[in-house]
């Protein structure tokens, strides 16, 4: 590869990276991005999938840091999810790490259907209504976190851990409809789940050399500008919008980890 061919490479990282920055934080799936366009610079699924926890590390903390800042994350309830949540994600991350590649293609393919699926049948989540946000935070009582509740964010963090991908929307339906979150506390809570569990992931990807430092911090780079401006830039568009382009996005991504990744055309 020619230092021309190097440059665009990078460039296409970044600008992928702010992308699925943008659609993590406003509506989660942003690893359908990232992941197939990392495998499709080369990279075996099992790098791929170890480099892509450095963007999504990234991002984590953008989106962290604004809501803390807002004080729309419910620490408590975070803290204590979070605990069966990283225990889940390490052995999550220690079986991917044993996976085969073709296994691991064919897993991701598997997703990327899935998620183009999910969003056709139900559209993303892009704009609410702040004064109602703040009445149902207030007044909706939160469930008492017990042994079910941990076995489920102990499962889920498995699933994080070893793939990652949709991870947060999964996080997001719990946390809405089991522990009656709001839309924005909802949010904060799945990214500060992903963000405590993804250090751990990414140290038994380093472990067993399937991290690619250099793309993945630019990816990361990306992906943190991306989630940093979503909070502007998402009230402006509508969620047809937003639909359109993960669905294009996602398809594409499919198509590619078929013909290429598992067919070998």
């Known amino acids: 590869m020619d230092i021309f061919d190097e440059i665009l490479k990078y460039f296409l990282?970044?600008?992928?990276?702010?992308?699925?920055?943008?659609?993590?934080?406003?509506?989660?799936?942003?690893?359908?991005?990232?992941?197939?366009?990392?495998?499709?610079?080369?990279?075996?699924?099992?790098?791929?999938?170890?480099?892509?926890?450095?963007?999504?590390?990234?991002?984590?903390?953008?989106?962290?840091?604004?809501?803390?800042?807002?004080?729309?994350?419910?620490?408590?309830?975070?803290?204590?999810?979070?605990i069966?949540?990283?225990?889940?994600?390490?052995?999550?991350?220690?079986?991917?790490?044993?996976?085969?590649?073709?296994?691991?293609?064919?897993?991701?393919?598997?997703?990327?259907?899935?998620?183009?699926?999910?969003?056709?049948?139900?559209?993303?989540?892009?704009?609410?209504?702040?004064?109602?946000?703040?009445?149902?935070?207030?007044?909706a009582p939160h469930k008492k976190i017990g042994i079910f509740t941990f076995i489920i964010f102990l499962i889920i963090g498995v699933y994080a851990g070893f793939i990652q991908v949709g991870s947060t929307l999964i996080w997001y339906a719990i946390l809405t409809w089991k522990m009656k979150l709001g839309f924005i506390s909802a949010n904060a809570t799945k990214l500060f789940l992903n963000c405590i569990m993804t250090p751990i992931a990414l140290v038994i990807f380093i472990i067993h050399h399937q991290v690619a430092f250099v793309d993945g911090s630019i990816i990361g780079v990306g992906s943190f500008l991306g989630a940093w401006l979503s909070a502007k830039i998402a009230m402006k568009l509508s969620a047809k919008a937003v639909k359109i382009m993960m669905l294009t996005i996602f398809i594409s991504a499919a198509v590619y980890v078929l013909l290429f990744k598992i067919i070998h055309i």
Do not use: H, W
């Open 84 to 139: 069966p949540t990283i225990l889940g994600a390490a052995a999550g991350a220690m079986f991917a790490s044993k996976l085969s590649q073709m296994l691991l293609s064919i897993v991701i393919l598997i997703l990327l259907i899935a998620m183009t699926v999910y969003i056709i049948l139900k559209p993303p989540v892009v704009k609410c209504n702040p004064e109602k946000e703040e009445k149902t935070e207030s007044s």
């Open 13 to 82: 990282l970044f600008l992928v990276g702010c992308f699925s920055g943008f659609i993590n934080v406003i509506a989660g799936g942003g690893s359908m991005i990232t992941l197939p366009l990392l495998m499709g610079f080369g990279m075996p699924a099992a790098l791929a999938n170890g480099t892509n926890r450095i963007s999504i590390l990234f991002q984590d903390i953008a989106g962290i840091i604004k809501f803390l800042k807002a004080k729309k994350l419910p620490v408590r309830t975070a803290l204590i999810l979070g």
